[in-house]
C-alpha cells in the first residue's frame, strides 16, 4: 500500500514556477500547428454566431458590470423565492442595481432575449427614479405585478435550462442520446452542493444510485473509456465531511462511495470523484485510495477523480494517484481541470492566517500549471487523461503535441462551436460534456459558480468573443505571461501575513487540512502539558500563600494552583501602579509598542503552552483555542499600530496667525481590568494591552475560573519589557474586583461580563467621591439572526449552527435567536435542527469535538433549568443528548414572540421564530424594545432588506449571509450599546483615546516677537 499522500499545503510560488516552467519547455516546434489549430477553433467562435447560449449570456452580461452582478444575484436566489410578495421585492431590489433601462442587447438568441427583456422592463418603466420602491410601483401600475413576476422567474428559468442537460436523470439520458451521432460522450453530475444533514445525504446517495442505475440501463453495449459516467462529490455523501471528522468519515462515507462504484463497474461506466476545496483534499485521497484497495473492483478501469491545475498540489497528486494505479495493477481515469473556487480559497487562506495560499494567485500560473500536468498525465502509464478546458490555445497544445489514450470535456452549454471545429479536424479525438443535472433548486449554487468562474475578466471565455481582443493575445504562452519565477505571484494579493501591512503583520494560523502543520501544532500543545501556577503579581513580584487547585473544566481534575487575592493585595496592587504611572505614561509610544509587539513575538513563541491551557482550563477545542491565541496577538499588534499613530507626537490643530495650537492624548492612571472566562486570553490581553498602550498601568483581575491562562499572559507581557509596576495580576473572586473599584487610585475600568455586573459596577463608580470615572463595558445580547426566503437553507445551516453552538454557545456573540421568514422556516428549521444533530460533543482536546464542555457546574445548572422552561413552553425541534460531565447538548426551541425569550441563555440552546413576510417591522421593532444591541445577522439576498434590518436595529456588530461570530480586530470591531455595553468598539479606531484623557496646549508666539510665519511670506 502507498504511503498516504504528503505535500506542502502552500509552498511559495516562485520556486514552484521555475519547477513548472522548467517542466513546460518551448513548444517552438510544434508552435505554428500549435498556432493554427488555435485560430481555427478561436475562429469558430467568432465566426457565424459560434457562441452558445451560456457564452452569449456571459458576454451580454459581464461580471464587470452591475448588470452582470444584478443578474448573477437574481438568478441565484429568485427560484427559491416562494411568496411573492417577497419575489417583487428581489426583483425590485436587482432592477435598481443595474442600468436594465438602457441596456441595448448585442446578442440574438431566446436566452439575452428573454433575459434582456425580463430585466429590463421594469427599469425602463420607471426611468428616473430606480429606487426599489419606485420600481415596484411603476411595475405595478403599468402591468401588474404578476407579469413581471412571471416574466423575471420564465427567464431565470430558462437560463437554469442552458446549464444543466435536464431536471431528472431520464430526460437527460433522452437528450444526451441525441449527441451520440458527433460521438459525444456524457459524464452526468446530480447537482448538489453538499450535504448538511443526514437526510441531505440520504438522498444524495439515493439519487447517485438511481442514475447509476438509469445511466446502466440505457448505455446499451460499449467498452471503457467510451462508456458513459456520472460524476460524485464526496461532500454530498456525508454532513460532516470534513478532516476533523476522518475517522467518522472513513467509516461511514468511504462505504457509501465503495457501493457506488461497485454498481458503476456493474455497468461497466465511469465514476468520477469531483474535487473538492484544498483543505478537504488529503481526506477526498484518503477516501479514494481505501475504495480503490477494495478487492471487488478489481478489474475495473471506470474509477477517477478530478485535479485541480490551480491548486499547487497538483502535480503532487497526479504521482500519487499514478502510485496508488501501480500498486493496485489498475487504469484510473483523471479529470484536469483548472478549478471553481478560486476566490473562496484566497478568502479562506487569508481568514485562517495561513502562511501561503493552496492555489494560485495568477491565472497564468494555473495555466501553467495545466500545461505541466497535461504532460505528466500523458506519461503516467496507468492514467486516463481527461482534459476539461475550454481554452484554444490550451486543447490545440495537447491535440498537436499529445500520443496515448485521452479526450477532452466541456461543459454543458458551453464550447460547442469550439469543439464542433476539433473534431472537424481531427476526428480521432474524444470529446465528453460535463453534464449537470437537477432542479431548479439545485442549480443555484453551481449556476453561479459557473457565472463567475467563466465570467471573470481573465477567462479564456469571457475574451475570446469579444472582437476587441486581438487573436494574437488569446495566443500568448502562460510561460511568457510568467517570464520569471519572482512573478508568480499576484503583486495585489499580498500574502495573508501581509493582510494588514503595513501597519502590522496578521497572526499566524493554519488549515485544519494541512495534516503536517496540524499535527505539528498537536505535538505543541501536548509537549507543553503541565501544571500552572497563578498568584498575585504585584511590582513584579509573584506572592505566595495557601493556594488551591484549579479544575480543568474537561474531567475536573486538577491543572494548576491558584493564590487568590484578599484585599491587602488588591491595596498593594493598586499603590504599586499608581506609583509606576508616571515614568510609564511618560514612557514614549514608541517604546510601549515595542513592548507588546514582543509580547505578540513571544505569544507565537510559546503557541503551545497557551493552546493547552486554553483546551485544559477554559475546555476550548482546538480550532477555538487557536482563534483565541491568534485574536491575543491581532489585539497586541493593532493596539501597538495604533498607539504609534496616536501618542507619539502631537496632533496640530487649526488656528489664527501667531498662535500654535496641539492637542496630546496621555495616560488617565491606573485602569482595572476586568475579564471573563470565556474568552480568558484574548479579551484579557485586548484590555490590558490597550489600556497600556494609552500609557496607564493596569491592574488585571481575570476570571476565577481561568487564572492560571491570565498568569501566564502576564508572565509574557513582563518578559517582553513590560515594568512590573505597570501591570499587576490579581487573580481571585467579585471581592477582589471590589476592592479595585472602591480605592482611591483608580481612574477607570474596562470590563467584559454580564449585563447585571456591568450595572453593579456602574453603580459602585457612581457612589465613588471624587472624580467621575470612565467605564467601558462590554456584555452580552439576545443576537437574533433574520433569514427571509430569499436566503440559501444550506448557507444558513451552516451560520445558524456556527453562530449558535460553537465554543458551546459561549460567546457574547452567539446566536440566540433565529427568525425565519414563515413561508420558509418548515425547511430553514429542519436544515439548521439536522445539521446541529451531527454535532459531536466530548472532551475538546479530541480533534472530532465540535462542542466542549461549558465552564462549571453554575453554568451547567443555569442552562438544564432554561431548558426545563424551553422543553414546557416551547416547541421542541432538537433535544440532544450529552455526555457526563459538565457537557451540554445543543438544544432548539420554537417560540411565538419575540417577548417570550427574556433573558440571555448564555449556552448552546437555541430558539426559532416564524414571522409572516409583510411581518418583519414588527419583530424589528420587538428586538429593539428588548434593549440590547450587540450582534445581528442578516441572511437575505435583498440589499434593500439588509439596509431596512440595519438601519431601524442599533447593533454594534451586523453581519450579512455569513456566521456571527469570529469578529476579527481591526477589521470587526466589537462591542455593542444599550444592554450589550457603553462601547468604544474593541479592536477598533476609538478604543484607545477613550483610555486616556486628550489636553490641548495654545501657545501665543507673538509674545515671543512676531509671528515668524506670516512676515517670512513671499509675494
Given amino acids: 500500500m502507498p504511503p498516504r499522500f504528503a505535500a506542502p499545503y502552500a509552498p511559495d510560488d516562485a520556486a514552484l514556477a521555475a519547477d513548472l516552467l522548467a517542466a513546460c519547455p518551448d513548444d517552438s516546434g510544434r508552435a505554428s500547428a500549435i498556432d493554427g489549430l488555435s485560430r481555427d477553433l478561436i475562429g469558430a467562435v467568432r465566426e457565424g454566431g459560434g457562441l452558445g447560449t451560456v457564452e452569449r449570456l456571459l458576454q451580454e452580461y459581464a461580471l464587470t458590470s452591475r448588470e452582470g452582478l444584478a443578474l448573477m444575484a437574481l438568478a441565484e436566489a429568485l427560484l427559491r423565492v416562494p411568496d411573492s410578495g417577497t419575489a417583487d421585492r428581489l426583483i425590485a431590489d436587482k432592477l435598481g442595481e443595474g442600468d436594465f433601462a438602457h441596456h441595448a442587447p448585442r446578442h440574438e438568441g431566446l436566452l439575452v432575449s428573454a433575459s434582456s427583456w425580463a430585466l429590463g422592463l421594469g427599469a425602463r418603466l420607471v426611468a428616473g427614479d430606480d429606487t426599489p420602491e419606485a420600481i415596484l410601483r411603476g411595475l405595478a401600475r403599468r402591468l401588474g405585478r404578476p407579469a413581471v ?120 461506466l465511469n465514476l468520477t470523484v469531483d474535487a473538492e476545496e484544498a483543505e478537504r483534499l488529503e481526506l477526498s ?184 481582443v486581438p487573436v494574437d493575445d488569446l495566443l ?118 515595542a513592548c507588546l509587539e514582543r509580547a505578540a513575538g513571544g505569544f507565537e513563541a510559546h503557541r503551545g503552552r497557551l493552546l493547552h491551557l486554553l483546551q485544559a482550563e477554559a475546555g476550548k477545542t482546538l480550532d477555538d483555542a487557536l482563534s483565541e491565541w491568534r485574536e491575543a496577538i491581532d489585539f497586541l499588534r493593532y493596539d501597538a499600530a495604533q498607539g504609534r499613530s496616536l501618542f507619539r507626537r502631537p496632533a496640530a490643530l487649526p488656528g489664527p496667525a501667531g498662535e500654535s495650537n496641539a492637542l496630546w492624548l496621555r495616560g488617565r492612571g491606573v485602569i482595572a481590568a476586568i475579564s471573563p472566562w470565556n474568552f480568558p486570553l484574548a479579551i484579557f490581553i485586548g484590555q490590558v494591552a490597550a489600556a497600556l498602550m494609552a500609557g496607564n498601568t493596569v491592574v488585571a483581575k481575570p476570571a476565577p475560573q481561568t487564572p492560571l491562562i491570565a498568569a501566564e499572559a502576564v508572565r509574557l507581557l513582563h518578559a517582553a519589557g513590560v515594568p512590573g509596576g505597570a501591570l499587576a495580576l490579581l487573580p481571585g473572586g467579585p471581592e477582589a474586583g471590589a476592592c479595585l473599584l472602591g480605592h482611591p487610585a483608580l481612574a477607570g475600568v474596562v470590563f467584559t461580563g454580564s449585563t447585571g455586573t456591568a450595572k453593579a459596577i456602574q453603580r459602585a463608580l457612581a457612589a465613588r467621591e471624587g472624580a467621575i470615572l470612565p467605564l467601558i463595558a462590554e456584555t452580552g445580547g439576545i443576537n437574533a439572526m433574520i433569514v427571509d426566503a430569499t436566503a440559501l437553507p444550506e448557507q444558513v445551516a451552516d451560520d445558524a449552527v456556527t453562530s449558535a453552538f460553537r465554543s458551546a454557545g459561549q460567546r457574547c456573540s452567539a446566536l440566540r435567536l433565529l427568525v425565519v421568514q414563515e413561508e420558509v422556516a418548515d425547511r430553514m428549521i429542519a ?92 419583530v424589528l421593532a420587538s428586538l429593539k424594545a428588548g434593549g440590547y444591541g450587540l450582534t445581528l445577522g442578516v441572511q437575505s439576498r435583498i440589499e434593500a432588506t439588509v439596509a431596512r434590518v440595519r438601519a431601524a436595529l442599533p447593533h454594534g456588530n451586523v453581519y450579512v449571509n455569513r456566521s456571527m461570530i469570529g469578529a476579527v480586530v481591526g477589521t470587526q470591531p466589537f462591542g455593542g450599546s444599550g444592554l450589550s455595553g457603553t462601547g468604544p468598539k474593541a479592536g477598533g479606531p476609538h478604543y484607545l483615546p477613550r483610555l486616556a484623557i486628550e489636553q490641548t496646549a495654545t501657545v501665543n508666539l507673538a509674545a515671543a516677537g512676531g509671528s515668524v510665519g506670516l512676515v517670512t511670506l513671499e509675494e
Fill in 149 to 268: 413576476r412571471g416574466a423575471a422567474l420564465a427567464a431565470m428559468r430558462l437560463m437554469g435550462t442552458q446549464f444543466v442537460l435536464a431536471e431528472e436523470i431520464g430526460t437527460a439520458l433522452k437528450r444526451s442520446a441525441e449527441g451520440e451521432g458527433r460521438r459525444t460522450r456524457y459524464s452526468y453530475d446530480m447537482l448538489g452542493e453538499g450535504a448538511r444533514t443526514a437526510a441531505d445525504a440520504a438522498a444524495y446517495r439515493g439519487a447517485y444510485a438511481e442514475a447509476i442505475a438509469a445511466i446502466g440501463r440505457a448505455a446499451g453495449d460499449g467498452r471503457l473509456p467510451d462508456r458513459p459516467g456520472i460524476s460524485v462529490k464526496l461532500s454530498a455523501l456525508h454532513p460532516r465531511y470534513a478532516p476533523t471528522q476522518e475517522a467518522r468519515v472513513m467509516a461511514e462515507l468511504a462505504p457509501a462511495l465503495l457501493d457506488l462504484a461497485r454498481a458503476a463497474k456493474a455497468h461497466d
Fill in 285 to 468: 485521497l484518503h477516501v479514494f485510495g481505501a475504495v480503490l484497495a477494495d478487492s471487488s473492483l478489481a478489474g475495473w478501469d471506470g474509477f477517477g477523480l478530478a485535479v485541480q491545475a490551480y491548486g499547487k498540489r497538483c502535480l503532487p497528486v497526479i504521482d500519487h494517484v499514478e502510485a496508488l494505479a501501480q500498486t493496485h495493477e489498475r487504469r484510473l481515469m483523471v479529470r484536469l481541470v483548472k478549478g471553481a473556487y478560486w476566490d473562496t480559497e484566497v478568502k479562506l487562506a487569508q481568514v485562517q492566517g495561513a502562511p501561503g495560499y493552496p492555489v494560485f494567485t495568477r491565472k497564468a500560473m494555473t495555466d501553467l500549471s495545466y500545461l505541466a500536468a497535461s504532460r505528466r498525465l500523458l506519461a503516467a502509464p496507468r492514467l486516463t487523461p481527461q482534459f476539461a478546458t475550454h481554452n484554444a490555445l490550451t486543447i490545440a497544445t495537447i491535440a498537436e503535441t499529445a500520443t496515448g489514450p485521452y479526450e477532452f470535456q466541456r461543459l454543458q452549454g458551453m464550447g460547442e462551436a469550439l469543439y464542433d471545429r476539433l473534431l472537424e479536424r481531427r476526428p480521432d479525438l474524444a470529446v465528453r460534456v460535463y453534464a449537470p443535472v437537477g432542479g431548479h433548486r439545485e442549480l443555484l449554487a453551481y449556476l453561479v459558480r459557473r457565472l463567475l468562474e467563466n465570467g471573470a475578466n481573465s477567462s479564456f471565455v469571457a475574451r475570446v468573443a469579444d472582437a476587441s
Fill in 476 to 593: 500568448v504562452r502562460p510561460q511568457a505571461l510568467i517570464g520569471s519565477p519572482e512573478r508568480a505571484a499576484h503583486p495585489r494579493i499580498p500574502l495573508p501575513r501581509d493582510l494588514y501591512a503595513p501597519e502590522r503583520v496578521n497572526s499566524p494560523g493554519l488549515a485544519f487540512g494541512d495534516s503536517a502543520r496540524l499535527a505539528e501544532l498537536m505535538r505543541e500543545a501536548a509537549a507543553a502539558a503541565g501544571p500552572g501556577l497563578a498568584a498575585p503579581v504585584i511590582d513584579g513580584t509573584e506572592r505566595g500563600g495557601a493556594t488551591r487547585p484549579v479544575p480543568s473544566a474537561i474531567d475536573g481534575t486538577a491543572i494548576g494552583q491558584v493564590l487568590e487575592a484578599d484585599e491587602a493585595a488588591a491595596d498593594a496592587a493598586m499603590e504599586a501602579a499608581a506609583r509606576a504611572f508616571p515614568a510609564w505614561d511618560a514612557t514614549p509610544a514608541e517604546d510601549r509598542a
Fill in 831 to 922: 436544515a439548521v435542527a439536522g445539521a446541529a444533530r451531527e454535532l459531536r460533543i466530548g472532551d475538546p482536546r479530541a480533534l472530532s469535538t465540535d462542542i466542549g464542555p461549558v465552564i462549571d457546574a453554575a453554568a451547567k445548572e443555569r442552562l438544564l433549568a432554561a431548558i426545563a422552561r424551553g422543553r414546557q413552553a416551547a416547541r421542541v425541534h432538537l433535544a440532544g443528548e450529552a455526555p457526563a460531565g459538565l457537557y451540554v447538548a445543543p438544544h432548539i426551541f420554537e417560540i411565538a414572540r419575540v417577548e417570550d425569550l427574556t433573558d440571555e441563555v448564555f449556552g448552546p440552546v437555541l430558539h426559532v421564530l416564524r414571522y409572516p413576510a409583510d411581518g418583519l417591522d414588527a
